[in-house]
């Protein structure tokens, strides 16, 4: 993890309330990798905490992500020019890792659509098939759309109130694909309804495959000091920290 000050490249509205920002590194970052995210100080001494928000995107030497403007400190991000500067710890977590799958399915909602964005962007043309379904609250807020459709296999982008494709959330779309994707991994990120609703489907269905979900759980320091992010193990009397030992995590390995 390093600590740097960023320049901001672009930062502008990618749909509604959601903004993408692109921002050039002062020196390479090593371990740059899909799932794990970024901790950004919105620089104004009434908000230092920073706010953990996934890379989407990356290069050698820019990070791009998307944000959705929720609160202050969004709402700061979203009014910083090309040319301001950052400052931003990264890369942090443990990110997603698809070894032994050839066919992933993704399962995005909401903001949970960026970490799944990362991972077609990490392993574009390296061979793997991936198999999307992407939900939103509703057609104005579907972005990347044409993204996950050149990116994967195929790809169903639903909403919950049908203005855009089909009326369904992610992961019913997800059970309604998977016979025909027949996935050798999941990877998952959402809001907690729509991961738990994951996880019942997958015992009830007694589908054994691996599946991994990203907790976008609240976060302070975002490098395992701060303890607000602490989860417990399922079925131990053991914590995890979501910022440190996760974001990533086995869907049976911690209580959500
Ligand atoms: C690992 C990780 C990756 C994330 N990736 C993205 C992303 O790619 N795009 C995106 O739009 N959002 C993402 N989020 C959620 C994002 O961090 C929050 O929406 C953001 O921190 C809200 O800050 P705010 O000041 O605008 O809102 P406020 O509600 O004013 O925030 C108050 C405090 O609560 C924390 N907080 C509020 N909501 C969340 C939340 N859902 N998750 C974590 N902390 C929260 C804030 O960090 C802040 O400390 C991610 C969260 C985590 C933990
Ligand atoms: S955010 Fe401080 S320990 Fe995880």
Same mark, same amino acid.
């Given at each position: 993890?390093?600590?740097?000050?960023?320049?901001?490249?672009?930062?502008?509205?990618?749909?509604?309330?959601?903004?993408?920002?692109?921002?050039? #590194?002062? &020196?390479?970052?090593?371990?740059?990798?899909?799932?794990?995210?970024?901790?950004?100080?919105?620089?104004?001494?009434?908000?230092?905490?920073?706010?953990?928000?996934?890379?989407?995107?990356?290069?050698?030497?820019?990070?791009?992500?998307?944000?959705?403007?929720?609160?202050?400190?969004?709402?700061?991000?979203?009014?910083?020019?090309? @040319?301001?500067?950052?400052?931003?710890? +990264?890369? +942090?977590?443990?990110?997603?890792?698809?070894?032994?799958?050839?066919?992933?399915?993704?399962?995005? @909602?909401?903001?949970?659509?960026?970490?799944?964005?990362?991972?077609?962007?990490?392993?574009?043309?390296?061979?793997?098939? $991936?198999?999307?379904?992407?939900?939103?609250?509703?057609?104005?807020?579907?972005?990347?759309?044409?993204? $996950?459709?050149?990116?994967?296999?195929?790809?169903?982008?639903?909403?919950?109130?049908?203005?855009?494709?089909?009326?369904?959330?992610?992961? &019913?779309? $997800?059970?309604?694909?998977?016979?025909?994707?027949?996935?050798?991994?999941? #990877?998952?990120?959402?809001?907690?309804?729509?991961?738990?609703?994951?996880?019942?489907?997958?015992?009830?269905?007694?589908?054994?495959?691996?599946?991994?979900?990203?907790?976008?759980?609240?976060? @302070?320091?975002?490098?395992?000091?701060? +303890?607000?992010?602490?989860?417990?193990?399922?079925?131990? &009397?053991?914590?995890?920290?979501?910022?440190?030992?996760?974001?990533?995590?086995?869907? @049976?390995?911690?209580?959500?």
């Amino acid at each position: 993890m390093k600590e740097l000050t960023v320049k901001i490249l672009e930062n502008a509205p990618l749909a509604a309330g959601v903004y993408r920002m692109r921002f050039a #590194l002062p &020196e390479k970052a090593e371990g740059l990798a899909c799932g794990k995210f970024v901790n950004i100080s919105v620089g104004d001494g009434a908000h230092l905490l920073r706010r953990p928000i996934a890379i989407c995107e990356y290069t050698e030497d820019t990070v791009t992500i998307c944000y959705q403007i929720k609160g202050e400190g969004t709402r700061l991000m979203s009014a910083k020019k090309a @040319g301001d500067l950052l400052s931003c710890a +990264l890369p +942090l977590g443990n990110g997603f890792s698809l070894e032994g799958a050839e066919r992933v399915a993704l399962i995005g @909602g909401g903001v949970g659509v960026f970490p799944m964005y990362s991972v077609l962007k990490e392993y574009e043309g390296k061979g793997k098939k $991936f198999f999307s379904f992407i939900g939103f609250r509703n057609k104005g807020a579907v972005c990347l759309a044409d993204g $996950f459709a050149s990116l994967s296999e195929s790809a169903e982008i639903v909403t919950d109130d049908g203005s855009f494709g089909r009326k369904a959330n992610a992961v &019913e779309a $997800f059970f309604a694909g998977a016979e025909k994707a027949a996935p050798e991994r999941i #990877l998952a990120c959402g809001p907690l309804p729509m991961l738990r609703a994951l996880k019942t489907g997958l015992a009830e269905r007694g589908m054994d495959v691996p599946c991994y979900v990203s907790l976008e759980e609240r976060m @302070g320091c975002g490098i395992g000091a701060c +303890l607000v992010c602490v989860c417990k193990k399922s079925g131990k &009397e053991e914590n995890v920290r979501v910022c440190k030992d996760g974001p990533v995590f086995e869907i @049976g390995e911690v209580d959500f």
